[in-house]
Nanobody
Framework: QVQLVESGGGLVQAGGSLRVSCTAS????????MAWFRQAPGKEREFVAA????????AYGDSVKGRFTISKDNANNRMYLQMNTLKPEDTALYYC???????????????????WGQGTQVTVYT
């Protein structure tokens, strides 16, 4: 099994920055792709960003391109999401996800991921 724990969420003013982290434990050797999803109240879970295990391939949702950056620290089994120029519409519960499937490009559908964290809340205020 793989366990994922998110951290770093909080309250931030619009236009500001925040970095959330995801720490993986357990059978981390099974992980190939890691990703961030988010879900706001009353809305469906939305793809934010994904990264291959080696970090060489990344993908972003259209709403965050150019503002968010995903990265990994394999030595410490951690993944990060640097969020800049935050907007109130970025307010959501941010989830870390991981999957062992080896794919040519990172998966963007939540149903493709086997492992999930509990989420960390990000709230952007004006």
């Amino acid at each position: 099994q793989v366990q994922l724990v998110e951290s770093g969420g909080g309250l931030v003013q619009a236009g500001g920055s925040l970095r959330v982290s995801c720490t993986a434990s357990g059978r981390t050797f099974r992980i190939y792709t890691m990703a961030w999803f988010r879900q706001a109240p009353g809305k469906e879970r939305e793809f934010v960003a994904a990264i291959s295990w080696g970090g060489g391939v990344t993908a972003y949702g259209d709403s965050v391109k150019g503002r968010f950056t995903i990265s990994k620290d394999n030595a410490n089994n951690r993944m990060y999401l640097q969020m800049n120029t935050l907007k109130p519409e970025d307010t959501a519960l941010y989830y870390c996800a991981a999957d062992p499937a080896v794919t040519r490009s990172p998966m963007k559908a939540s149903g493709d991921y086997d492992y999930w964290g509990q989420g960390t809340q990000v709230t952007v205020y004006t």
